[in-house]
């Protein structure tokens, strides 16, 4: 135990007078999610059998006690870097490549049990519930038709939509082969491009008049009709000097962003391996080219630690970063031999404390409050929440890698000094490593001249890496909590499984599971989702798209409220690619975030595909109707 006297004499005087008007520099803390912590809340909880009718799953009659937590306070140790002016940054030029090297791939829970469920995933048939969609066709490039919207620069297009099955100003030609019937209107423009490195991790976010995406190691800021406003690099970006001005050199990746409509600010973070820390930026105001600060949030309990993949989330009064932690610095050895995970881990800190700069901006002093949780190795993936109601509450949501059959969703809730921790755990379908996604098998050529395509030695196929079944995307609004991620499903009528989408409700407050349920295409493969909710309940979703036809491209769609549970409305072309993805890596993730000033449904989206070998972003608002075609009002 480390009190200090000072610090026992006020924990005496709030025993005896249950007073708290004090900030609590407490010892560890272990949080056992007992099953009588949980039964004694509000929580109700029945069991069903599922059936194939679009009946609800409903949770177990007993909630499971899946981990100990211990937590312990970090205040002091999150610390102001500095302020950065986003109009001031650059943006560097790389030099782009294809990553082809073997000797790496993707971070997983366990590698070996990863890959050998991914070279039989094709081959089972997972009992899962599947919606079947329709893919629009949409492959003439020779009629291509120039849309009238597109990523602006100096009021010039530089970018327009070329693609038989497109969109102009949210209807589609009349020259599409096929018509979709939709309630929604769909737009879209350029986003960033291959500048460095692979995978592109998209981001995206909509504040009061901007969007701002966040893509490897750069980032944008638009208009709302897509006029690039500002071009950076995430490097300077997360690594301010003291006087203002950037400096570079750290090893960054995977960004994350966000933009809370209850406090007008815009929130990044990104993992910053030389420092072994979690870099976050909160801007000043709700403008995202004016002043970020920066705060570097340490993840150092153990030698040569590697943060990945920080998520982040906000509630009224406290701020999240969860981590996958990872030994040797996320490199791979020479052997192939993965980096060894060491356990999940997340730091709360106090909102009003980061907003405010730590107390003394000037002197830069260090007064954020703020509580990490030690290295776990029962869970895997973490997922903060984004929350686009009010509510005192964190919510972090997992699903594990593979092969499990349970919602867990963290709920953190108090202030930093006497945070109150529960764990809900839902039955829900298995989930399932997905099958690499299939693209077109291209030709090989030999001194130039094109093979005979018949020929089987002169064939090559590479596949779009899927990765696992971790959380890629989660939204919670007034009680309903939607999650998404990328499965592997059998859809009646195909030839083996394929990479499927997976999608689930959660009713937070009676804790029974809505709705869960695979999304397929016969014949294809769907890739790393992304949702976002309207304040109407409707949903709006992007993912990837390919087959042996199709390189690829990204495909939208909706769920409204009145729809029938367990489907979505059938998809429309975002973009299409126009070459393959060689890279052996892919994703890791795509973007959804809900327009909060919109007076119309609007929900932005952003995801990865291949105008060439090397990858390239669109972003799309998507336009969410009634069925009297008028927009629904927020």
């Avoid at 009629?143 to 589609?172: C, L, M, P, W, Y």
């Avoid at 996320?330 to 060894?340: F, G, I, L, T």
């Avoid at 973490?382 to 686009?388: D, E, G, Q, R, S």
């Avoid at 072309?573 to 609007?602: M, V």
Wanted: proline letters at 4%; aromatic letters at 10%.
């Amino acid at each position: 135990m480390y009190f200090s006297f000072i610090v026992m004499g006020l924990l005496i005087l709030f025993i005896t007078t249950t007073l708290f008007a004090f900030p609590s520099y407490f010892n560890d803390k272990t949080f056992t999610f007992a099953t009588d912590d949980i039964s004694s809340s509000s929580w109700s909880f029945k069991s069903s059998q599922s059936n194939n009718t679009g009946d609800s799953i409903l949770s177990s009659s007993s909630p499971r006690h899946d981990a100990n937590l211990t937590i312990h306070n970090t205040t002091g140790t999150v610390s102001l870097v500095g302020a950065v002016y986003t109009s001031g940054l650059t943006r560097p030029q790389f030099k782009p490549f294809v990553d082809m090297n073997s000797n790496e791939s993707y971070l997983t829970r366990d590698y070996a049990t990863y890959k050998a469920a991914k070279n039989q995933s094709a081959l089972i048939r997972p009992s899962t519930r599947v919606f079947e969609v329709q893919i629009p066709y949409s492959i003439n490039y020779s009629s291509a038709v120039t849309s009238g919207f597109g990523r602006q620069d100096n009021n010039k297009a530089v970018h327009s939509t070329t693609q038989e099955d497109f969109i102009i100003h949210g209807r589609r030609h009349a020259s599409a082969v096929a018509q979709i019937d939709q309630s929604g209107s769909l737009i879209g423009f350029e986003g960033l491009t291959q500048n460095c490195c692979d995978p592109p991790d998209v981001q995206v976010a909509a504040g009061s008049n901007y969007v701002v995406e966040m893509v490897n190691l750069d980032g944008a800021i638009y208009t709302k009709n897509g006029t690039l406003i500002k071009e950076f690099g995430l490097d300077q970006f997360f690594n301010p000097s003291v006087n203002g001005f950037s400096k570079s050199g750290d090893s960054l990746s995977d960004p994350s962003l966000l933009f809370d409509s209850q406090s007008g600010r815009w929130y990044a973070s990104i993992s910053d391996t030389t420092t072994q820390s979690i870099r976050v930026a909160i801007s000043k105001t709700d403008n995202p080219t004016g002043i970020w600060r920066v705060y570097d949030f340490p993840f150092k309990s153990q030698s040569n630690n590697c943060s990945d993949q920080p998520f982040i989330g906000v509630s009224n009064d406290k701020f999240v970063v969860a981590v996958n932690n990872w030994a040797n610095n996320c490199d791979w050895y020479s052997d192939n031999r993965p980096p060894e995970f060491r356990g999940v881990q997340f730091t709360v800190a106090d909102k009003a404390d980061l907003l405010s700069g730590g107390g003394d901006y000037d002197n830069r002093s260090s007064n954020i409050r703020s509580v990490q949780s030690d290295p776990n190795l029962s869970n895997f993936s973490l997922h903060p929440v984004v929350t686009l109601s009010p509510t005192s509450s964190l919510l972090i949501v997992s699903v594990g890698d593979l092969n499990y059959k349970k919602l867990q969703v963290f709920h953190i809730d108090g202030p930093i000094s006497n945070l109150h921790i529960k764990v809900i755990s839902d039955l829900i379908q298995t989930t399932h490593v997905p099958p690499d996604g299939i693209q077109p098998i291209t030709n090989l050529r030999r001194n130039g001249q094109c093979c005979n395509s018949t020929a089987n030695e002169h064939m090559q196929e590479h596949l779009v890496s899927t990765g696992d079944s971790r959380v890629l995307s989660s939204v919670w609004y007034q009680g309903k909590l939607w999650l998404t991620f990328n499965d592997g499903c059998f859809a009646n009528g195909d030839v083996k499984s394929r990479s499927c989408i997976r999608i689930i409700q959660l009713d937070t407050t009676t804790n029974r599971v809505i709705q869960d349920f695979d999304v397929a295409a016969v014949g294809s493969s769907l890739y790393y989702p992304s949702l976002s909710t309207d304040r109407a309940g409707n949903l709006g979703i992007i993912f990837g798209y390919s087959s042996r036809s199709v390189h690829p491209s990204l495909l939208v769609s909706m769920r409204l409220a009145k729809d029938i549970p367990n489907t979505i409305e059938q998809p429309l072309i975002l973009q299409l690619g126009r070459d393959n993805a060689l890279s052996n890596r892919y994703g890791d993730y795509f973007a959804a975030f809900s327009d909060p000033s919109s007076e119309a449904s609007t929900i932005w989206v952003a995801g990865q595909y291949h105008a060439m070998k090397t990858w390239s972003t669109y972003i799309g608002r998507l336009y969410i109707h009634g069925d009297d075609g008028k927009s629904i009002r927020k």
